[in-house]
């Protein structure tokens, strides 16, 4: 199932895997550079001609991070933010994405063309909207606004994809529920779900990232310095007259990684969710 | 899909948001807890509620947090169950924007750092209180005048003449140079830009070492052509307001700067290089020249104590009067603020010496109180000149658009050292935009 | 910003309303569907609630004159607009919007694709090559941007101590010193981080491709070629589309490369029209202008789609869909 024409032999095999293998050689590089820099003294990272490898390694910098700034404290209001935003993402998305993969109603197409108007702008777009709104619902500066800034503008997302995956769910197994004695509700719970399994991870991890990874909106909505994500906390290496490269590299290795595990686990999933999801 | 139904469904939306806001305030909290609704931490037993206060600092290092935050914490301890003060703060590359989002919002802190050129842009609007009823007698003699008056300004809005912010951070430009560079090359500091061209051609040995450091990309493109500007006599506006940047004076300024880049005196391309980077280049050895504010002297003491420099006026064209570039972030109230008079109380309260002075030292500003000038610390070789210039120090005018014109001159900078337009083209083009906004 | 690839194909299946649907009045049929409006009713809300006002919001900017604390203070109709096609300026970050997106989105497209072949082969160590190839992608574009913006340091980048050393160079490259070579250097860099997603929605494509076809066409002895550009190729072609278009919408709004690289300088000659319209707002107050701006966005973007929507629902139409994939 995996692959179809794996037993390929001859030239062409070997030109499509060099190509990969520059592709990860130039993807990787500039994360490799990440951890050398990050591994620095603060004295080697202005040396000219600067080097591959640090001369003296600063393992040192990845525990003084932490002190610099209050990175513990960033961590834990990202996982808090883009927890709670995965959650309300989910929550509200699997049962749309349900209804638009198996049941017919007046305004579905609507419903269809309203999730792909939301990705059309640009959250810079709408930033200072958003504020204005979070302004007069008294929100700013908390959790919450956040959690659902995110989880309204990655929901779209998760529908569209879920969809798919709910669609080619052959429907007669559904029906078969619904024979048993099953509701519509149950066989969605105790069928639809469990057979989604793979797709619902990759959205939840999408959600999750595009919560994690965001810096304008958390930069617009937080004021207080103890309420900041990691992106935007680790903005603070980057300052008005000098940035400390060594510490920014270190904490955004900290803030990649992750996300990157995240990632990585899911990956199988990944695959199958986009064959699914509309990608046919 | 229609537009219109989608922004009346949008109001609706609206209303469901409310409602939302309401349930979640009761499940969630409001985040820290310090600003939310209705639960007054301070104070135990007594029948009021303390005022609550908002106040927005920017980071000039990552020190400043800590610094404001005792400030704050003092003050709270002091008035406990009367007024609770909650710091909050921004990089500084965002205050602008954060500024003016909240004030457009309704919901700007109660008393707020920022940028002194935007005094004319932020009371234009009613947004600045005039601090002229609240400053009096002794409390405003401890300042230098010269630093107060620049936030002196008469909004059109209003044609009335007003202090609208007080100074909480200000600095003098100063040439640092490399002295054993200088030595080698048997130079002294340069006083003129004959000089200076010299000075930059013959200390510099690429790719190790450039002559002097021009940051024509990032935030600081247009404070830097002031220095060329001011001291050939040019100015940005003339006494009409008109813009005269483009004048024989400011012409000659941006030719020279052209030609000292053309003729390998800086970096190679300096739209390339922002501040931030020019600043550590200078620091690590690889620029002989950098005319910036004290900071540098601490940044240099932490990071590269071995440099050998020394500091000096920026240089003057022959035949033109010296000016110093001056720069100073304020200190001022929101004019929709509640709660005004607790607002100025604490303001009064960390113009205290004793904060003033921390400040100033950890983050190597110059003093703006005449009590910190005088203290021992501001009188070291390295501080001296600049508390010294800060007297004749020139300041930008005020202009409603000053954000405008500053995106003006760095593009027309930009466009003089990218060879796109000549500097005079580049600079008429800017006079023609400054003058239509 | 968003990492997430927008969802811009709007999932379209045969069904919808059916004919079946028409023969009731609409009150009866939302009666009927009332459990689907229950189940749509959380995403709806949420989206109405957040996403809405701020688009209502950019809308009544673009056709007013705003102060510069984002106010709007006076009804101008469409002045914001002509005032914008007035500007040459405009038109030119324009131009360079459409360089940057067909660039960065074709060039991309042309290397994920022997990327995603190889991912489809076996062979061995290639579930690290997969797992290798999403970190870039895991990692935000702000982080990608800053790690860039230190390889591409004007003294300090590590590419320029490389080409020295292979005295490639005699002088440093300034990579964002001027308009062309920071193009080059942005151009890459958008593509690098184009590449994963890209390259997994094709592998995505590719393995929907059933298996039986290349055997029939082995049998037909078709090499590998040939089995590309009559079996792969067109099978894809769908999955292309949807790629493309993902890639289009999210290449057009992409903010931090531009942003944190050059910031659109020197001179605006590396602005694309968010990164532009964020400076008119937030650097020069003009909210007015740059809502206008946003709308064209919004504006060309739905073009866009609509346009690729038909194409791709006339293709299905003939037929030429290859039906649903089999799941495994």
């Not at chain 1, 390929?8 to 500039?30: D, K, Q, T």
């Not at chain 1, 990175?71 to 209804?99: D, E, H, K, Q, W």
Request: with cysteine; charged share 15%.
């Amino acid at each position: 199932m995996e692959t179809k024409h794996a037993d390929e032999r001859g030239p062409m095999r070997w030109i499509i895997l060099v190509s990969l293998g520059l592709v990860l050689v130039v993807s990787l590089f500039p994360f490799f550079y990440m951890a050398s820099t990050a591994l620095r003294p603060k004295a080697e990272i202005f040396h000219f001609p600067p080097t591959w490898l640090p001369q003296t390694w600063a393992w040192r910098n990845f525990v003084d991070v932490w002190t610099r700034v209050p990175l513990a404290r960033y961590l834990l209001n990202s996982v808090i933010i883009a927890g709670g935003s995965t959650l309300v993402n989910m929550l509200c998305g699997i049962p749309a994405a349900y209804v638009l993969a198996r049941m017919r109603f007046p305004g579905k197409q609507f419903v269809r063309h309203l999730l792909l108007v939301t990705q059309m702008f640009s959250p810079i777009v709408l930033i200072i909207g958003l504020f204005k709104l979070m302004v007069a619902a008294k929100l700013i500066d908390s959790y919450f606004s956040l959690i659902i800034t995110y989880a309204a503008l990655s929901v779209a997302f998760t529908v569209w994809f879920l969809a798919g995956y709910f669609e080619s769910i052959p429907e007669e197994i559904e029906e078969a529920a619904q024979i048993d004695g099953c509701s519509r509700l149950t066989a969605l719970t105790r069928v639809v779900l469990p057979m989604s399994a793979p797709a619902i991870i990759a959205a939840l991890v999408f959600a999750f990232i595009w919560a994690w990874n965001d810096f304008m909106i958390a930069l617009t909505f937080v004021s207080t310095p103890d309420m900041r994500p990691l992106s935007l906390g680790i903005y603070a290496f980057l300052g008005q007259y000098l940035i400390e490269w060594h510490y920014l590299m270190a904490a955004a290795l900290i803030t990649v990684v992750p996300v990157v595990i995240l990632f990585f686990s899911v990956e199988k999933y990944l695959v199958k969710g986009l064959t699914a999801g509309g990608i046919k | 899909m229609t537009v219109g139904g989608s922004v009346r469904k949008g109001l609706r939306g609206v209303m469901a948001l409310v409602l939302l806001a309401v349930m979640a305030a009761v499940v969630f909290g409001c985040g820290s807890g310090s600003k939310s609704a209705g639960t007054p931490q301070v104070g135990t037993g007594d029948s009021g509620k303390a005022v609550e206060l908002r106040f927005l600092f920017p980071e000039y290092s990552d020190k400043t947090k800590g610094l404001m935050q005792q400030v704050v914490d003092d003050f709270n301890t002091e008035n406990k169950g009367k007024v609770h003060v909650t710091l909050e703060t921004a990089p500084w590359d965002k205050l602008h924007d954060k500024l003016a989002v909240t004030m457009g919002g309704n919901q700007a802190a109660d008393v707020f750092g920022f940028a002194t050129r935007w005094v004319s842009e932020f009371s234009e609007l009613g947004q600045l209180e005039p601090l002229d009823s609240y400053l009096t007698g002794a409390f405003k003699d401890q300042f230098i005048s010269r630093l107060l008056e620049a936030s002196v300004y008469t909004p059109k809005a209003t044609g009335k003449q007003a202090t609208f912010g007080l100074p909480v951070a200000a600095s003098a430009r100063m040439l640092f140079y490399r002295k054993d560079l200088f030595d080698k090359a048997g130079l002294k500091a340069p006083t003129n830009w004959d000089e200076l061209l010299d000075a930059a051609k013959k200390t510099s040995a690429p790719p190790n070492v450039y002559g002097l450091g021009v940051p024509a990309s990032g935030i600081e493109v247009d404070t830097f052509f002031m220095y060329f500007l001011w001291n050939n006599g040019g100015d940005i506006l003339g006494p009409n307001g008109k813009a005269v940047i483009n004048n024989t004076q400011g012409v000659e300024a941006l030719d020279f700067l052209v030609k000292l880049v053309n003729e390998k005196g800086s970096e190679l391309k300096p739209t390339g290089f922002t501040r931030e980077q020019i600043i550590e280049m200078f620091k690590a050895g690889q620029l002989s020249m950098y005319p910036t504010g004290p900071w540098l002297n601490t940044m240099i003491q932490r990071d590269n104590p071995k440099l050998a420099y020394a500091v000096a006026p920026f240089p003057v064209n022959k035949g033109k009067t010296a000016a110093t570039v001056g720069v100073t972030d304020s200190l001022g109230l929101w004019a929709k603020g509640t709660h005004k008079q607790e607002a100025w109380k604490f303001v009064q309260f960390m113009y205290q010496d004793k904060y003033r002075q921390k400040f100033d030292e950890v983050e190597a500003m110059l003093p703006e109180k005449k009590g910190v000038a005088t203290s021992a610390a501001f009188s070291t070789p390295d501080l001296k000149p600049f508390v010294d210039a800060l007297n004749n120090a020139k300041f930008v005018p005020h202009h409603p658009k000053f954000e405008n014109i500053q995106q003006i001159i760095t593009v027309a900078v930009q466009k003089a050292l990218t060879g796109e337009s000549t500097p005079k083209q580049a600079l008429d083009e800017a006079a023609q935009k400054i003058d239509a906004l | 910003m968003s990492q997430v690839p927008a969802p811009g194909y709007p999932a379209s299946t045969g069904r919808g309303v059916g004919a079946q649907l028409n023969r009731d009045g609409l009150w009866a049929q939302v009666v009927r569907g009332r459990l689907a409006y229950l189940f749509l009713a959380p995403t709806l809300i949420l989206i109405f609630a957040v996403v809405f006002y701020p688009i209502f919001n950019t809308f009544v900017m673009s056709l007013s004159e705003v102060n510069a604390v984002a106010q709007p203070v006076r009804f101008v109709g469409l002045g914001n607009y002509t005032a914008l096609f007035r500007t040459p300026l405009f038109w030119r970050v324009l131009s360079q919007t459409a360089m940057w997106t067909g660039l960065v989105v074709s060039i991309t497209t042309v290397i994920s694709m022997p990327v995603a072949l190889a991912l489809n082969l076996k062979f061995p160590g290639r579930r690290i090559a997969r797992a290798m190839l999403i970190i870039p992608w895991a990692a935000s574009l702000m982080i990608n941007a800053i790690i860039w913006r230190w390889i591409l340091d004007g003294q300090y980048s590590i590419i320029n101590a490389l080409l020295f050393k292979l005295h490639l160079i005699q002088e440093p490259i300034i990579w964002t010193g001027e308009a062309t070579v920071a193009w080059v250097a942005i151009i890459s860099v958008g593509i690098l981080v184009s590449i994963p997603f890209t390259s997994f929605s094709l592998l995505a494509g590719l393995q929907s491709i059933p298996a039986e076809l290349y055997e029939a066409a082995r049998v037909d002895g078709a090499g590998f070629g040939t089995a590309f550009v009559h079996i792969t190729f067109p099978l894809m072609r769908q999955a292309l589309m949807v790629t493309t278009l993902m890639n289009v919408i999210y290449v057009f709004n992409s903010f931090p490369i531009i942003w944190v690289l050059t910031e659109g300088g020197p001179a605006y000659r590396t602005d694309i029209l968010i990164t532009y319209l964020y400076k008119e707002a937030f650097r020069n107050g003009r909210f007015g202008p740059a809502s206008a701006m946003a709308v064209i966005t919004f504006l060309l973007l739905l073009a866009f789609s609509l346009s690729f929507a038909k194409l791709t629902a006339e293709r299905e139409r003939k037929g030429e869909s290859s039906g649903n994939e089999a799941r495994g």
